[in-house]
């Protein structure tokens, strides 16, 4: 019997970018489109975040993007976004 976990199957491990940055950001009611240092775009619909869904154009305009471009974040509805959690496929802190 084999306990290794190369015998089990592969091991799912979450992505964790070391170079990807936020450079600016566009959001409306339907969607956040992200720009990264390095070219990458990353579009995601805002219906993911339940918080940012709520709030008000005016309240989602008001946005900072903190740490060097590590995260996003809203101070009027205290949300906080990783660039690393969209880059996986989404943010548990607001799902």
Known sequence: MSTSAEANGP???????????A??????DAEM?????????????IQ???TLHRASREQRQ????AGGG?????????EDLSVAGLL???????M
């Open 70 to 78: 590590i995260s996003l974040h809203w101070p009027e509805i205290d």
């Open 33 to 45: 489109r992200v720009v990264f240092t390095n070219g990458r775009v990353l579009c995601v619909p």
């Open 62 to 65: 008001n946005y900072e993007i």
């Open 88 to 94: 996986a496929g989404g943010d548990r802190q607001s």
């Open 11 to 21: 091991t799912s491990r979450a992505y964790v970018p070391t170079t990807a940055l």
């Open 23 to 28: 450079k600016s950001l566009e959001i409306d």
């Open 48 to 50: 993911w975040f339940p």
